[in-house]
């Protein structure tokens, strides 16, 4: 510990503490510019200098300057008071358009600089934050100074985009002073795929709604796994609850049953090229409409387009890859209903016009079809038949600068042109990519289009064919939140029941191994579809598990040996069946 | 070796260059060939000799026959002359200014009577691109002394004993600097050498590189031995292609004798030496900024501590020294810190390399004891002022330094009577002023320097002295108010309080110092709106005097064609005069007037 004096206060502080950091401790203000305590001292602006007394009595930088046995610190003599003013005057004639810098003058008691203004609209103070911060914390590196003395300034290299900025924008974070804003950031690059909807930030909770609701590191978009440095939050987590080293691991558990709920995939819109998503920067979604609307998201709920305004006329298009022999040839179910919702969030938010292309309105549920008509009071236009494209081409006046929508309206039994500003795409449902993955692991089959096969679609449909695995939710079939809650509820009664037995009915009918006749060839191993046969290979035999064979016959009917028979049903049981129908 | 009856050397320091001292080898090895003397006659290209103002210099060796001011075609003469027929030309020779008679031999000139040569000891003397005239100079002797015979601390501790100090401006000493490189903890050890001379009217350490580049090498060997270091940077501005071209030459050579590179004379110690090249940033001569530019980074101060013998190159301790301190270091080693310390003042030891220059008779490079006084500089080694005017200030240690008036003449010449004074050692330029020179118009080129090569980083440097600069122009066009006299001192305080690195904390001190000591000019240019000196143009009001334009003159008319403003009326042998509401106040009148009928208020 080290003991000093700063404007006659005694202090103690651990080696190695700035001034500024026991000044701190006093409550002592100091001003500062250029300082920032995740960052190393830079020691520039100058405006933090205080008075050293002793012998060699001098004003050194309070942010740099470690402290020392014995030292006395005057923070507010006139040497030291006036050094800082008139540097602070010299900062606010480069800047007079830094607020922070007019604000901290004002503090100190200074009116007006008396040096030469030359950009009254420069905010730039040149304290390096940003530089810094791209070199200590992120890491990339992407700006620097450029050029010497008074033609200072913060660039890029040549001035162009450049290539190493990862778009973080932690400098225009880190900026005090607005000189760097996060426009100017994205005016230059392009980095967040869902259609520049604004940054996210790295660390966060996937929604609000999320349940847990933990906050989870984004890989994609965290600077730590693109140049190996930063790990602020580690080094601001007080619980030490961050570790970047952590990796995937695999963990073995044993249970006695499994519910399946590995949920669907959201149809993607750019499969339909007429529909112009991708192409066209307002054409979205349903999901970042979702987003888009949510209060805590990128524009707090205000639903705005890219170029930030409000839209006039928005078309919501049903069945984007449901119900159409080219995608998908089932109904979705749940795409009527959210479009409704999406229209009234709508009517209720903004003033736009509202068209909503429809081929059947599917409101299947409790209370569903009440608020469809109450849609349909609320004056949004329902038009029935399927959007041919969506473009951009006018034809009239009236299209120009907007986004058309071409349908044939079959009520009215002719082509029509809407134009709007924003187009939804009411995209359905479909089944998870690695489906066929899944149902290999657990053993269970899929349906035709790939989602998971119940063991009987009115008796049991929440079970498979393997005993202990259940399904629940859009893994079975496309369904909405209540059915789905309905359906994992009566899973889990499933799962629970059998656990709350602790025991297990085997099927009588199962298949069992004449070890002397067994030739070991294991053939049966492979063909067992419910992975029940083990080859022990110490006695050159293949093993029956009795739990989980199903007593398919399959083995039986392949063994060439006739070792594998079928209980109740071997081969002299149904020979003497046979011969005892011929008697009679 | 060959032997040679008579050895030219001839100086190739810049000024010498410049007055065509390549030709002028050229042209002697053409008549040795031409008179049958190649084998009796060579012809060596040395370093600076100092003595610029008299440049072309020969030497004309074993006898020390000092010839001056040599032209192309003057070398058929001297050679059949002196070469051939034994009779050194006196006609060649410097006569000192009110005297006859020429002085034949260098040493007795007054320029080089007071000097004391140590970092300049070899000057002139031997050929800077053959090692072998370095070691029969006892070149290396210092290094084999500490290989075998001194421990590491042996040598630090003599250094310190002998009471040098950094000779780059800071007079820091250099055996506490290598002390505290040595104690700082880590494997890798670095040393550098500043060669990085940036102030105007300075070249001590390019003539000493150019000169004598062995001795630097051997310094830092000796300093790396001490320290621990085995690896060592020479820093060289670019802008000195010789001096790099030397210094790399010298590394080839010191390393083919197993002087440099590994287990340097079989004592198993390593040390090796590479020469970076910096871009011209003055800045880049401040020791942090050094380091960031070796490293490859933008070439600007950090702030300190920590100080690079604690933590500098790529975080290692640094230990870094100036030419000419690294210079002292053999002979120090060679002779012993009692010589050494026998010489210059209690505080400064030594001797220390200044470049004169200005309005000075005698412009060159010297080399004299710490403690001579500068008006003994000035006026015994140097010659006193150009033309016979009145000396008026004497700016000392570059545009960090300040400028001294003539009642410091008497202040002798050590690290504290200068920083005391308002200026400071620097590297050594002292340049001149006299009469004609306006103190105000001086602070201003200087701060106008310091201006352009403020890298930016900190606020007073980079704002502070571009406002001083303002001040002082709106001064010398006659704008300036007494409360800008004000804020312009306040400024200097502050900047030199508050600027990160050396370059910034001295900048002011040609304002501060011009201020202290010359008031009265400021107070001229503010309330009378005049030039004392006559040098700030704007001031100035242009008269011509009618009758001498006529009576001397008889209406030459000169001053009207060359007037491009229009602003002369009169006619070839009539009276001329200005019409002060179109003069420009571009003073071509007053150049051009052969009568002195043009005058100047």
Known sequence: MVKLTIDGKKVEVEEGTTILQAAEKLEIPIPTLCYHPLLEPYAACRVCMVELKGETCKLVPSCNTKVAEGMEIETKSERAVKARKLNLELIMARAPAAEKVQELAKEMGIEKTRFEIIDPDEKCILCGLCVRTCEEIVGANAISFANRGKDRMVFTPYGEPSEACIGCTACAFFCPTEAITFEDIHKRLVVHEEMELGPSTAVRVPIRQAVPMVPFIDEDSCIHFKTGECKICERVCEKEAINHEMEDEEIEVEVGSIILASGFKSFDASRIPAYGYGRYENVITALEFEKLVNASGPTSGKILMTNGNEPQAVGIVHCVGSRDKKYNEYCSRVCCMYSLKFAHLLKEKTNAEVYDFYIDMRCFGKGYEEFYHRLMKEGTNFIRGRVSEVTDMPLTEKEEGKLIIRVEDTLLGEIRRIPVDMVILATGLEPGIDQNEIAKVFNISCSQDSFFLERHPKLAPVSTFSDGIFLAGACQSPKDIPDTVAQAGAAASQALALADKGTFELEPITAVINEELCAGCQLCVSLCPFTAINYNAEKGISEINDALCKGCGTCVSACPSGASQQKHFRDEQIFAEIEGIFIE | ?601
């Not at chain 2, 090498?217 to 501005?237: C, N």
């Not at chain 2, 011209?280 to 013998?309: L, Q």
């Not at chain 2, 008026?392 to 410091?408: E, M, Q």
């Open chain 2, 1 to 601: 070796m060959a032997s040679y009856r008579l050895n030219i050397m001839i100086c190739a320091g810049t000024g010498c260059v410049s007055n065509r001292a390549f030709q002028i080898r050229e042209a002697f090895d053409k008549e040795i060939r031409k008179n049958s003397l190649e084998k009796e006659v060579l012809t060596v290209m040395t370093g600076c000799n100092g003595f610029c103002a008299a440049g072309p210099i020969v030497i004309v060796q074993p006898e020390g026959i000092f010839y001056q001011k040599l032209t192309v075609k003057d070398i058929p003469f001297l050679v059949e002359e002196h070469f051939l027929k034994g009779r050194p030309v006196k006609k060649f020779m410097y006569t000192p200014p009110k005297e006859t008679e020429p002085i034949p031999k260098m040493n007795d000139i007054s320029f080089f009577q007071k000097q004391v040569l140590i970092a300049l000891r070899n000057k002139g003397i031997i050929d800077p691109e053959a090692i072998d005239d370095y070691i029969a100079r006892d070149g290396y002797a210092a290094l084999s002394k500490i290989l075998s015979k001194m421990k590491p601390q042996d040598v630090i501790a003599e250094i310190k004993k002998s009471g040098l100090r950094g000779r780059g401006g800071g007079g820091f000493p250099t055996g506490l600097k290598w002390e505290l490189a040595r104690k700082a903890e880590g494997e890798q050890k670095y040393v550098i050498c500043n060669a990085d001379e940036g102030d105007p009217g300075a070249f001590m350490d390019r003539s000493i590189v150019e000169a004598d580049p062995h001795t630097i090498l051997e310094g830092m060997t000796i300093g790396a031995y001490a320290i621990g270091a085995s690896k060592g940077f020479v820093y060289v501005r670019s802008e000195y292609p010789l001096a790099v071209e030397r210094m790399h030459n010298a590394i080839a050579q010191s390393k083919e004798y197993g002087l440099l590179g590994d287990n340097i004379l079989e004592s198993g110690f390593n040390f090796d030496v590479d020469v970076i090249q910096g871009a011209g940033v003055f800045v880049c001569g401040e020791e942090t900024s050094m380091i960031a530019s070796i490293e490859g980074k933008i070439g600007e101060p950090k702030p300190r501590p920590p100080y690079p013998v604690e933590k500098g190159l790529w975080g290692s301790p640094t230990n870094i020294n100036n030419v000419e301190t690294w210079a002292n270091v053999p002979a120090i080693i060679l002779r012993g810190s009692d010589w050494f310390s026998k010489i210059g003042t209690k505080t400064s030891k030594g001797t220390k390399v200044f470049s004169v220059a200005g309005k000075i008779k005698d412009a060159g490079l010297v080399e004299v004891p710490m403690g001579l006084t500068l008006g003994e500089i000035i006026y015994d080694v140097a010659g006193g002022i150009h033309s016979d005017k009145k000396f008026k200030a004497v700016l000392i240690g570059g545009p960090s330094g300040g400028c001294l008036p003539a009642d410091c003449l008497g202040l002798p010449v050590d690290y504290e009577s200068l920083t005391k004074a308002g200026a400071m050692m620097g590297s050594g330029g002292l340049v001149v002023a006299d009469e004609d020179n306006c103190m105000v118009e001086m602070a201003r080129y200087f701060l106008n320097f310091t201006k352009d090569e403020s890298c930016g980083k900190c606020t007073p440097c980079r704002e502070g002295n571009a406002a001083m600069l303002d001040i002082l122009t709106r001064i010398t066009q006659g704008e300036g108010t007494m409360e800008d006299l004000d804020l312009l001192e306040d400024l200097a305080h502050a900047i030199k309080d508050t600027a990160l690195c050396g370059l910034g904390n001295t900048a002011p001190n040609p304002v501060l110092t011009t201020l202290r000591y010359f008031r009265d000019e400021y107070i001229a240019h503010i309330k009378d709106k005049k030039c004392p000196a006559h040098e700030c143009r704007q001031l100035n009001t242009y008269t011509i005097d009618e009758e001498r334009c006529v009576s001397e003159g008889h209406g030459c008319d000169v001053c009207r064609r060359n007037c491009a403003y229009d602003a002369i009326m009169g006619e070839k042998g009539k009276a001329h005069r200005i019409n002060q509401d179109k003069c420009a106040k571009c003073g071509v009148c007053y150049e051009v007037c052969k009568f002195a009928a043009v005058k100047v208020d």
